[in-house]
């Protein structure tokens, strides 16, 4: 998926600033992690330390309980020494751990792959010989390279671009923006606006972006790649989009905030299901209130054994992964979350 030749160009520092902060949550842009070692049953501590930005460094373990490595007792743990999360490694699995990954880490594979092949590994020991607080090892699910790469030909053809484009919300700048090319099932090719800002200049696109979203597509068709997906919004639309319910996305795209184009067959299968959604739900929600709960349990049975028929069948289009990555996110979106008490100042 990610060529060893990977080249990058034309990076605009801001862009990729502000485009870290946006998919990195909050909690995790600057965090104070505690990392802790344990041995011996029942465990005790050997040492713990918090890192992160202003930490204390070593905690002495004098100061501290006897672990108690379940989700309550590592969120208490968390609690009391002003941390955002944790993880403790039992030092008597370190070097099997070590031993498991350790065969993986070849040139051979590329980036992501390894990390695959160590979140694997690390997995297979979570509960028992390495905990963590939120559990997200035990969330995050660990596919092999190979599905990866299958779904990612299946869905991006080669020789084509990825565009995205996030634009401030008073519309003087670009708040973001990424240009990547796929050939020969690789990303070979990363850029940002910068890269046809002479075509058309960041502010005037800003300034009307859904009116000149094609004369930036056609900019990067003609200079990088033709796009096999387009996506176009504003900030405040991203944040609503990554946190609302899963229709918000069909309802951003309804209200003309969101702009995708182009809109790949695949996607537009998903977002066809998503629309029909948030235009029936407000309807769906009152006929059900009438109906009996041995109806409404049915119904919700039969739209789950339908929509498990379709992975199966291999209509969906992640259904060689494994896992849903929708699903996936409705299961952690809630630790990404935009902070009401901070006021974000314009980019310059």
């Known amino acids: 998926m990610l060529s060893a030749d990977l080249e990058l160009h034309d990076l605009d520092p801001r862009h990729v600033i502000n485009g870290w902060g946006l998919f990195v949550p909050p909690g995790l842009t600057a965090p104070r992690v505690l990392l802790g070692f344990v041995e011996g049953s029942p465990p005790r501590w050997i040492k713990i330390v918090l890192a992160g930005h202003d930490a204390r460094g070593a905690i002495d373990l004098a100061d501290l309980a006897a672990p108690h490595l379940d989700d309550r007792g590592l969120a208490s743990l968390c609690k009391s020494l002003g941390a955002d999360g944790a993880i403790v490694l039992d030092v008597g699995s370190i070097a099997s751990i070590a031993a498991e990954i350790e065969p993986h880490l070849s040139i051979d594979h590329d980036m992501p792959a390894q990390g695959l092949f160590a979140l694997r590994a690390l997995k297979k020991h979570a509960g028992k010989g390495v905990w963590s607080y939120p559990h997200l090892l035990e969330i995050a699910p660990a596919p092999h390279a190979e599905p990866i790469q299958r779904t990612f030909d299946l869905l991006v053809p080669d020789d084509t671009a990825l565009v995205?484009?996030?634009?401030?919300?008073?519309?003087?700048?670009?708040?973001?923006?990424?240009?990547?090319?796929?050939?020969?099932?690789?990303?070979?090719?990363?850029?940002?606006?910068?890269?046809?800002?002479?075509?058309?200049?960041?502010?005037?696109?800003?300034?009307?972006?859904?009116?000149?979203?094609?004369?930036?597509?056609?900019?990067?068709?003609?200079?990088?790649?033709?796009?096999?997906?387009?996506?176009?919004?504003?900030?405040?639309?991203?944040?609503?989009?990554?946190?609302?319910?899963?229709?918000?996305?069909?309802?951003?795209?309804?209200?003309?905030?969101?702009?995708?184009?182009?809109?790949?067959?695949?996607?537009?299968?998903?977002?066809?299901?998503?629309?029909?959604?948030?235009?029936?739900?407000?309807?769906?929600?009152?006929?059900?209130?009438?109906?009996?709960?041995?109806?409404?349990?049915?119904?919700?049975?039969?739209?789950?054994?339908?929509?498990?028929?379709?992975?199966?069948?291999?209509?969906?289009?992640?259904?060689?992964?494994?896992?849903?990555?929708?699903?996936?996110?409705?299961?952690?979106?809630?630790?990404?979350?935009?902070?009401?008490?901070?006021?974000?100042?314009p980019s310059t």
């Open 164 to 345: 995205g484009y996030v634009i401030d919300d008073d519309k003087r700048r670009v708040h973001t923006s990424g240009i990547a090319v796929k050939r020969g099932g690789d990303l070979v090719e990363v850029t940002t606006h910068l890269a046809i800002a002479d075509a058309i200049d960041e502010r005037t696109f800003a300034r009307d972006w859904a009116k000149h979203a094609k004369t930036v597509l056609a900019a990067i068709e003609a200079r990088i790649a033709k796009p096999s997906i387009g996506v176009f919004l504003e900030e405040a639309t991203l944040h609503r989009v990554l946190t609302g319910p899963g229709d918000q996305l069909a309802r951003e795209l309804n209200a003309r905030k969101v702009i995708i184009d182009p809109m790949p067959a695949w996607l537009m299968g998903l977002l066809g299901g998503a629309t029909v959604a948030a235009f029936a739900s407000r309807g769906a929600r009152a006929i059900a209130n009438l109906l009996p709960q041995s109806a409404r349990d049915a119904a919700a049975a039969m739209a789950a054994r339908a929509s498990d028929a379709m992975k199966q069948s291999g209509a969906h289009p992640f259904a060689l992964l494994g896992f849903d990555p929708l699903e996936l996110w409705a299961q952690v979106k809630h630790f990404y979350r935009r902070p009401s008490s901070v006021v974000r100042r």
